[in-house]
């Protein structure tokens, strides 16, 4: 393509959309320019050769985006930046410092009390397993699924090609929202009530680990496995796994099939 005519230099946003700076012959993209004349970009690109391998990352807005790590928050840093180098958080409206800050330091005791979490099951899958019955062994495949989605949890909070859109939005009767995306080309989007950020911390956080949950995929209304209840889950957030209700049921039981009274 070439151009011609007199003004056809006028115009600085041509075929590729981004602007063109006549001064220095250089087509100027978000993060480098490319100069036409020479085919090629001065300069290197700044997100280095991790890019392409971020490029490969599953959950990420697109490809016009998923090269761009947190140093470059979307080329927005009004309204996405990373302060823990994890989450992209990109915020969907209007958010006080302070309202960003709450949010973000949830997360965080999420992720933590997620990875406490875990060590408590990989100690307790080991008892377990040192009993052959298989009542116990049931036992522990439960837990080994539960630890993988508080993997799942942690990994995701920690990846920084993984982006989560917030809203603020005003939902009578539901604190907040969790849609998870099935595409590679859509974020994960979490909704919050206003009156979320008037709560005390427990409930904050009780809220904030259940919405998690549903980025690995656990359901609200089917109680038939509670190990991939939301509802069920969010009690974990403040109560070790050996005083959860459904564990404790479900090892008094494998107890009793195990070692049945008179034997």
Same mark, same amino acid.
């Given at each position: ?36 004349? !020479? ?15 971020? !490029? ?21 840093? !009004? ?106 080309? $859509? ?61 404790? $049921? ?14």
């Amino acid at each position: 393509m070439r151009l011609t005519g007199p003004a056809a230099a006028l115009n600085p946003f041509r075929f590729s959309t981004k602007r063109t700076c006549n001064t220095v012959d250089l087509v100027l993209y978000e993060y480098r320019a490319y100069s036409p004349t !020479l085919g090629r970009w001065p300069n290197r690109d700044p997100i280095g050769e991790f890019g392409f391998e971020t !490029l490969r990352r599953q959950r990420t807005r697109g490809f016009a985006s998923a090269g761009n790590l947190y140093g470059f928050v979307d080329n927005n840093p !009004l309204n996405s930046f990373d302060v823990f180098g994890l989450y992209e958080y990109e915020w969907e409206g209007t958010f006080t410092e302070a309202e960003k800050q709450a949010i973000m330091d949830s997360i965080q005791r999420v992720r933590d009390r997620a990875n406490a979490l875990i060590k408590q099951i990989d100690d307790n899958i080991k008892n377990l397993r040192r009993c052959p019955c298989p009542a116990y062994d049931e036992l522990a495949k439960k837990l080994e699924g539960l630890k993988k989605l508080l993997q799942g949890m942690v990994r995701e909070i920690d990846d920084p090609g993984w982006n989560l859109e917030i809203y603020k939005k005003k939902m009578p009767g539901t604190d907040a929202e969790y849609w998870n995306s099935q595409v590679p080309w $859509f974020d994960d989007e979490l909704r919050l009530n206003p009156g979320w950020f008037g709560q005390g911390r427990i409930d904050q956080d009780t809220t904030m680990f259940h919405e998690i949950t549903h980025g690995r995929g656990t359901v609200d209304d089917d109680f038939s496995n509670p190990y991939n209840n939301a509802h069920a889950l969010e009690g974990l957030m403040h109560i070790d796994k050996e005083n959860w209700i459904y564990f404790k $049921f479900d090892k008094k039981d494998a107890g009793k099939k195990c070692n049945p009274a008179g034997k």
